[in-house]
């Protein structure tokens, strides 16, 4: 048996090269192609054979010096732990194969064994329902076991590296989406091969390559800088995608829903103030909601050691201070602050709005709620990594309206004296 598990991680190592060859032109397809298709081709020899872990040894250095170094380009050993985490603990849900192995069959002995005792007692079972329920139960208890074991990992991890903060805005909710969604060109979610892997770097806080040293605002360039940086017109383009983005969602179970609708004059607002989104409907029939957007990069040195939870709920604050008594006295409708990281975290108020929101698309689609709500949790995660994206990479100089050219410029065969050196 040792010699048959022996000769498939063989094969696997080299479906794995293979599959390492095409990482440089399609990361985020060989990244969905290991994670959902050929990782759980060991995963059930792991379950169905005793005694596994050494041979997966091989494996695992192809895992770590192949595969992993192509698909960041820029990678690390030392992100070899934090990469084996499940992606919603803020790692990439690559796991070593030599550290689970032992854990994944005595787990599948566990949730096994009501329906091994009736086979090895021969006999029928007349309460089929209660025997389900069992191995239902024990299936539970075991992802508690493996989701608790993974976040005593995460919490140690937390205390020996330098990237403990990383990993804990990673971890918030709907901030790995990206990486667990299938890449489909019909909804919008596929990469190129420079967008995946500085999505990576982004993650891990890694130096994004070909960066220039400067910005076109004179200053030193950084990845927390070009986040936050005005100039370019990003940090716009980045909220206006998500409030659009909304617009769009409550489109299909709303009524009357507004970009930018306008507010009623008032002395503290004046007469030209607006919110971001409008539309009735959302909590109860006719009563209009007004939202308001805001997308904060938590790398910016005002937030550096502020706690992300207390960041969400000041910015919160703000909107309500200001907005809220004239929405409820003068609008006469409700309110909700929607805020947001560049990391892909949403603040409380956020996620109860979508939460109502999947509900009732849910409801119009005759679909579970747990699909609604990952289809806007993903619609809105993918906008904001999208326009973070473009933001580290997009041209920040001036407008070409902005330049002039002159007339000479434009001779293509240059004959006075400005060109003779070229000649």
Same mark, same amino acid.
């Given at each position: 048996m040792e010699s048959f598990v022996m000769d498939l991680t063989n094969e696997w190592t080299k479906e794995l090269l293979d599959l390492t060859k095409i990482c440089t032109q399609e990361p985020q397809v060989c990244y969905a192609a290991y994670v959902f298709g050929l990782s759980k081709r060991w995963l059930y020899i792991m379950r169905t054979t005793p005694n596994t872990a050494n041979i997966f040894e091989g494996l695992e250095s192809c895992i770590s010096e192949k595969f992993l170094p192509m698909l960041f380009k820029h990678f690390r050993q030392s992100l070899?732990?934090?990469?084996?985490?499940?992606?919603?603990?803020?790692?990439?849900?690559?796991f070593n194969p030599t550290k689970i192995a032992e854990d994944e069959h005595k787990y599948s002995k566990v949730a096994t064994t009501p329906l091994v005792d009736l086979i090895m007692e021969q006999r029928l079972s007349f309460d089929s329902i209660n025997i389900h329920e069992e191995v239902k139960m024990k299936k539970t208890?075991?992802?508690?076991?493996?989701l608790a074991k993974f976040k005593q990992m995460q919490e140690a991890l937390v205390k020996d590296t330098h990237l403990s903060d990383i990993i804990l805005h990673q971890s918030q909710k709907g901030a790995s989406l990206w990486?667990?969604?299938?890449?489909?060109?019909? /909804?919008?979610?596929?990469m190129n091969a @420079?967008?995946? @892997?500085?999505?990576? #770097?982004?993650?891990?806080?890694?130096?994004?390559?070909?960066?220039?040293?400067?910005?076109?605002?004179?200053?030193?360039?950084?990845? +927390?800088?070009?986040?936050? #940086?005005?100039?370019?017109?990003?940090?716009?383009?980045?909220?206006?995608?998500?409030? +659009?983005?909304?617009?769009?969602?409550l489109q299909e179970v709303c009524k009357d829903v507004t970009i930018e609708p306008p507010l009623?004059?008032?002395?503290?607002?004046?007469?030209?103030?607006?919110?971001?989104?409008?539309?009735?409907?959302?909590?109860?029939?006719?009563?209009?909601?007004? #939202? +308001?957007?805001?997308?904060?990069?938590?790398?910016? +040195?005002?937030?550096?050691?502020? !706690?992300?939870?207390?960041?969400?709920?000041?910015?919160?604050? @703000?909107?309500?201070?200001?907005?809220?008594?004239?929405?409820?006295?003068?609008?006469?409708?409700? /309110?909700?602050?929607?805020?947001?990281?560049?990391?892909g975290g949403h603040g409380p108020e956020a996620e109860r709005f979508h939460k109502r929101l999947a509900t009732l698309i849910a409801?119009?689609?005759?679909?579970?709620?747990?699909?609604?709500?990952?289809?806007?949790?993903?619609?809105?995660? /993918?906008?904001?990594?999208?326009?973070?994206?473009?933001?580290?990479?997009?041209?920040?100089?001036?407008?070409?309206?902005?330049? !002039?050219?002159?007339?000479e410029d434009l001779n293509l065969f240059p004959s006075s004296s400005r060109y003779e050196h070229l000649v």
């Open positions: 070899r732990e934090i990469v084996s985490l499940p992606a919603k603990l803020g790692g990439l849900s690559i208890a075991i992802s508690t076991e493996k990486l667990t969604t299938l890449p489909v060109a019909n /909804f919008g979610f596929v @420079q967008e995946f @892997q500085d999505a990576l #770097c982004l993650r891990y806080n890694l130096p994004l390559p070909s960066m220039p040293p400067f910005c076109a605002c004179g200053k030193r360039n950084s990845v +927390d800088h070009a986040l936050s #940086c005005m100039k370019g017109g990003y940090t716009v383009m980045r909220h206006n995608n998500v409030r +659009d983005t909304e617009a769009a969602l009623l004059p008032s002395d503290e607002l004046g007469d030209r103030a607006c919110l971001d989104v409008g539309a009735r409907g959302l909590w109860s029939g006719l009563e209009k909601t007004l #939202c +308001d957007v805001r997308i904060f990069h938590p790398g910016a +040195d005002s937030y550096k050691n502020k !706690n992300l939870d207390a960041i969400f709920k000041t910015h919160e604050k @703000q909107k309500k201070d200001k907005y809220l008594a004239h929405v409820l006295n003068k609008e006469k409708c409700s /309110f909700t602050p929607l805020v947001f990281s560049t990391h409801k119009k689609r005759n679909i579970l709620y747990s699909e609604a709500v990952s289809y806007v949790r993903r619609r809105i995660r /993918f906008s904001i990594l999208r326009t973070t994206l473009i933001a580290l990479r997009g041209y920040r100089g001036k407008n070409i309206k902005d330049v !002039n050219i002159e007339e």
